[in-house]
């Protein structure tokens, strides 16, 4: 039965929970598929997450490779397809806990790098699982910046083959997920030499493992890079080449080809390749960050509504958590940013999509854009969601330091995504060097892309409200942003200017200015993703209630935005200190609107019991119970003491007491 | 230390400092021969063959929980054949022995022990401290419950008093009432001190200690009555069995009652304690200690990233040249030397703390209990913000080594699981920033009531001097030299008054509109976290620029004076909202501010290494391949990974039991 503690939170709501679902999911359809997809994998044993905290880095391995292989036998059973509406949900259902990840980019890779010999050769055996893929990028020494990649690969005429050799020890691939135990072949980025001329980094299909015993191939090393903070299931792993030879076919030649004589040939637009790998940073915002904030946001809100604590009023029974102010300006903020990202991910999606259909008419005019767009939403979502994540687990007191509560496995996990995929920091000076060429074209007249023609509005101003009722009104915080969105684009690209005027070096003007261009950056992003917000809310007009909570939210994402960066936007006086105080009165009276829904806005989120795996954040509210039971569960309650024996008894009866 | 296998880059940062490490080392141990001490106590446990092992990382939980079982006890003996007693020094000893972990007798060592000191009748310590003393007894120290933690009057577990036989009977009535958390519960001890609510002649006394047996000696089987077990595995603590307890009717002889204060006769009668401000004394004491925690945590996080950041090289900063430290990249100096800077001012605060709690403890042994509000409120904060802030900043550490901070080899990772549950233990922090706040508003209200409050809450005197003319705090012009630490403070301590100030009357307001002083409380509590916050800004900068002029030489002065610059300009950065919206600094100010850090940033460049290199964490302490003292950090992150123990077989089982067959059937 559910705890009357929680019950009662959802005896109120505001708005029909299963309609935002709904909204949520994009429509009734895809709820639909979402849940019948989540039941299967559910339902079936192989699947259980359920001893996950107990298991070795060595277990939780080999449950991986159990899934993954488990899993191809699922798909075919359901008859699931890989382009079906049914695909999308089966990584969110497994919780991402399956190996050979990395096997997909494998065969992706193949198929957008590759020629279609390549493409008809590799992909129906590795379709097939005939051979195990990896991606072979980033090595010890480098990550987000490939062009100082130290592997190579020497062409050699004579024998038609490419020499492929790990020179130094930092240009040892370290990291590429499924190589360290599993893979039988893996993509290798290298530096191509041909006639000592180096032409940079290419791809290369190169075989490590032997496809009969699994045994290492001649020349190759390969093996686990030893744990981690997450990932204990992903065997990432170390290569090291010496003198591997592959046949010259084994280059990935699409775009670029060595001829049997050595001619380096270039061919066609690495473009779309380009998009490809832009779209990748898209493409994970939803699962790997997203989902981790929505799902941490669940069980610390559930949580807050059935932990009693100290009292609120005299003679009254302890008060719920969730009804300290405090605790509502922890977790409702993260719970507003999980549904403002949740819309701007659509708005990147339906960007992208219109990207990609101008792509294949080989129009790459939005590429500068997209690409701006990919780096600085992955940046900034990664960040903020990996802190809210963080801010839910301590929310949760002592209990949330227990890995039953599921929390620290989010977090631990959410926070790689901060790096993969390109290093924040550097991303955020990509999108910045974008803003600051738009902001140049802008200010000179000429057309820049949708997203940014806002630059061009520059008026100096002050914000018009009078009271704090006025902050409830989107256009007036919409303009707050974009006014210091602008502010921050501008002063960062005079400053540049100013440094080059002076004589400063260009790269060395650069560098001078990245701490205000990454703010420029994440400026840029809060303000598309506060507009974005007010405009989802104002479509879902037909769904009154739904369409009143959204709202709220959508305040007080934005109100506490401003009031975290009050700086920012008193810098030049566009709110003043008085109107600030007026922003911060809003936010706080909008926190107790939203605490009341607080549950059923999670409840919106429809995650099982199982998905959240959390012994504080389950549907019924049990949790003290549950955390009983879990713990009895845990090895170290079922097995004897290993120390007792060895060390506790001799100490307890003799040794010490002789002193 | 091996000079010549130094790598290059480090070699050449240390080359160009602008001071000698060494007497910045002096300063943090409070004195050479501090230093000489602590080195010398080191080298006892790293020279020791006994507290040699294999690298925890690659352990099992069962095994390192094994690991540091064994190094404990071994630990208290030769503690005792060498004859260390200061408590200083003990916990320098135990800290090389377990490298920065916690282990399994923390709480019999730091509470059961204590306690029994503290609160044990002479009767109670003849029977209890001498075997607790040899280890015959091990105890843990049991107050938090599954329902509860930092509330403790909430706290359910009873002891209800049986005149007939005269003894108690614990219970544990509900499944919140399950005692959850205490260290060295699960597994290791086999008596508990437990916090439970006192019940004799049908009304309950409030929370008491109780000395329960828990296991039987000899077997160490849990007694009749006795549920105990480990509560299974946490974000870190590893080696520590936190663990469970419950208890039915377990009867225990009113003896067992700690009774040095308060008391319960043979009959039943309930004897009051003199005071119980007493036991605050303990709590100031711990709170203390995890000031200099966060210093110290965030120090070896700031000294593996900085070192890190001067070995790897990456990307161009000028077209055509090789690829420059990551080092002198600004956005990396932004991240790391702003931390590196708070770790200096936090050190300097745990000193401050720690000396003026010895200062007042002689007059608390005296009965002059008169300062203990204000360091208890103090300390309540400071802990709160000091753990704060090294939480994140630890993970900014972590976030700017890029991938290979992710690696456990960094030992970024296991720094952050083992300091972040400072922040809920010994005090949730906003429940501690809420005790702070408290005290401020009663220091405020009793200026406004025309007294005047002394200490570090003196600056609300100036207040009523202010509201004579008739004139906000926020129209008053302070003239900010920004060169200048002293101006600084005064700049911090304005914005403290206005906090404060702004949040007295808005609680004020609430007060004004509903009724419950409660309700008021909690509705006010955001603005009261936030008046708390900027009143320990203002007093650790104050410490800060306060310990310059202490320090006699002229170069390490000078670079001290640059992290303190630092550390107090990046804070009005950050926080510029709060000193404009207070008309203590112009937003022409606030540009020249910005400026400023950034230009310390480049002063500071040269000397990262060498401020880090003052920390003076030995290797095996640090417990890092990044961050190794002589930089070769490819190599030995390779040599690492080798010991892996999914690389324990060349062909992984896996292979034949899942691969093989599926590549079969496909």
Known sequence: ??????????????????????????????????????????????????????????????????????????????????????????????????????????????????????????????????????????????????????????????????????????????????????????????????????????????????????????????????????????????????????????????????????????????????????????????????????????????????????????????????????????????????????????????????????????????????????????????????????????????????????????????????????????????????????????????????????????????????????????????????????RLSSSTAAKLQDLIQSGVKKHEAWNQCTVQLVQAAKAHCHYITVKNFVETVEKLENKAGIQKIMKHLCDLFALHGIFSNAGLFLHDGYISGAQMDMITASYLDLLGVIRKDAVPLVDAFDFTDKSLNSALGSYDGNVYQRLYEWAQKSPTNQQISPAYEKYLRPLLHNKLSKL | RRLTMMNADLRRERAAATFQPELLTHILDGGAERTRRRKEIEALVINDPDFQHEDLNFLSRSQRYEQAIRKSSLMVMKLREYGIADPEEIYWFKSFVHRGRPEPLDLHLGMFLPTLLTQATPEQQDRFFMPAWNLEIIGTYAQTEMGHGTHLRGLETTATYDPATQEFILNSPTVTSIKWWPGGLGKTSNHAIVLAQLYTQGQCKGLHAFIVPIRQLGTHEPLPGITVGDIGPKFGYDEMDNGYLKMDNFRIPRENMLMKYAQVEPDGTYVKPVSDKLTYGTMVFIRSLIVGDSARSLSRACTIAIRYSAVRHQSELKPGEPEPQILDYQTQQYKLFPLLATAYAFHFVGAYIKDTYRRISGD?????????????????????????????????????????????????????????????????????????????????????????????????????????????????????????????????????????????????????????????????????????????????????????????????????????????????????????QAGILTDAQITQVNQRVKELLAIIRPNAVALVDSFDFHDTHLGSVLGRYDGNVYENMFEWAKKSPLNKTEVHESFHKHLKPMQAKL
């Open chain 2, 364 to 580: 608390i042994n005296a009965g002059d209990l008169s300062e203990l509000p204000e360091l208890h409120a103090l300390t309540a904060g400071l802990k709160a913000f000091t753990s704060w802030t090294a939480n994140a900043g630890i993970e900014e550490c972590r976030m700017a080594c890029g991938g290979h901070g992710y690696s456990r080899c960094s030992g970024i990772p296991d720094i952050y699981v083992t300091f972040t549950p400072s922040c809920t233990y010994e005090g949730e922090n906003t429940v501690m920033m809420l005790q702070t706040a408290r005290f401020l508003i009663k220091s405020y209200n009793q200026v406004i009531a025309g007294q005047r409050v002394s200490g570090m809450v003196s600056y609300l005197n100036d207040l009523s001097r202010q509201r004579i003319q008739p004139q906000h705090v926020a129209a008053r012009t302070v003239s900010v030299r920004i060169n200048d630490p002293t101006s600084l403070v005064e700049a911090y301590k304005a914005r403290a008054a206005r906090l404060v100030e702004a949040a007295a009357k808005n609680l004020q307001a609430e007060l004004n509109h509903r009724k419950s002083k409660e309700d008021a409380w909690n509705r006010t509590s955001v603005d009261l976290v936030r008046a708390s916050e900027v009143h320990c800004h203002y007093v650790i900068v104050k410490l800060f620029t306060a310990k310059l002029s202490e320090i006699s030489n002229a170069a390490v002065r000078a670079v001290v004076t640059e992290l303190c610059l630092l550390y107090a300009l990046y804070g009005i950065s950050k926080n510029a909202g709060d000193f404009m």
């Open chain 1, 1 to 486: 039965s559910v705890n009357p503690d929680l019950a009662s939170e959802r005896q109120t709501a505001s708005f029909s929970v299963e309609g935002l679902t709904t909204v949520l999911d994009g429509g009734a359809e895809h709820t639909r598929v979402r849940r019948a997809v989540v039941e299967v994998i559910e339902r079936d044993p192989v699947f259980s997450r359920e001893n996950q905290y107990f298991q070795t880095q060595n277990e939780r391995y080999e449950a991986a490779v159990r899934k993954a292989v488990h899993l191809q036998k699922k798909m075919h059973e359901m008859g699931w397809r890989e382009d079906g509406p049914e695909f999308i949900y089966i990584y969110r259902a497994v919780a991402g806990d399956v190996a050979f990840l990395l096997h997909r980019v494998f065969m992706r890779s193949i198929s957008v790098l590759g020629s279609d010999e390549q493409v008809a050769k590799w992909i129906p055996p590795a379709t097939k699982h005939q051979l195990i893929g990896s991606y072979a990028q980033t090595e010890l020494g480098h990550g987000t910046y490939l062009q100082g990649l130290e592997t190579t690969a020497v062409f050699d005429t004579t024998t038609q083959e490419f020499i492929l050799n790990t020179p130094k020890i930092s240009a040892m691939k370290w990291w590429p997920g499924d190589m360290g135990r599993s893979a039988t072949h893996t993509v290798v980025f290298a530096q191509l030499y041909v006639h000592g001329k180096c032409y940079g980094v290419h791809p290369f299909i190169v075989q490590i493992r032997s496809l009969r015993d699994h045994s290492l191939c001649p020349g190759i090393t390969a093996g686990d890079i030893g744990p981690k903070m997450n990932f204990e299931h992903i065997d990432n792993g170390y290569l090291m080449l010496q003198n591997v030879r592959i046949p010259r076919e084994n280059m990935l030649n699409k775009f670029c080809e060595v001829e049997p004589d050595g001619t380096y040939i270039r061919r066609g637009s690495q473009k779309i390749n380009y998009f490809t790998m832009t779209t990748v940073r898209v493409s994970l915002l939803s699962d790997e960050v997203i989902l981790p904030l929505m799902k941490a946001c669940t069980i610390a809100i559930r949580y807050s509504a059935v932990r009693r604590q100290s009292k609120l009023n005299p003679g009254e029974e302890e008060a719920k958590i969730l009804d300290y102010q405090t605790q509502q300006e922890k977790l409702l903020p993260q719970l507003a940013a999980a549904y403002a990202f949740h819309f701007v991910n659509n708005y990147l999606h339906k960007l992208f999509d219109r990207g990609y259909k101008e792509i294949q008419e080989r129009n790459f005019n939005s590429l500068p854009e997209l690409h701006a767009s990919s780096s600085g939403f992955k940046a900034m979502l990664s960040q903020y969601c990996t802190a809210g994540v963080e801010i839910c687990l301590r929310a949760c007191g002592g209990h949330g330091y227990s890995l039953l509560s599921g929390l620290p496995s989010l977090y631990t996990k959410i926070l790689a995504s901060c790096i993969y995929e390109g290093e924040n920091t550097i991303l955020l000076l990509q999108t910045a060097r974008f803003l600051v060429k738009c902001f140049a074209a802008a200010s000179a007249g000429q057309p820049v892309p949708q997203s940014v023609t806002y630059l061009a509005a520059v008026k100096p101003g002050k914000c018009p409200a009078k009271n704090k009722l006025d902050f409830l009104n989107p256009d007036i915080y919409v303009e707050a942003y974009q006014h210091t969105a602008i």
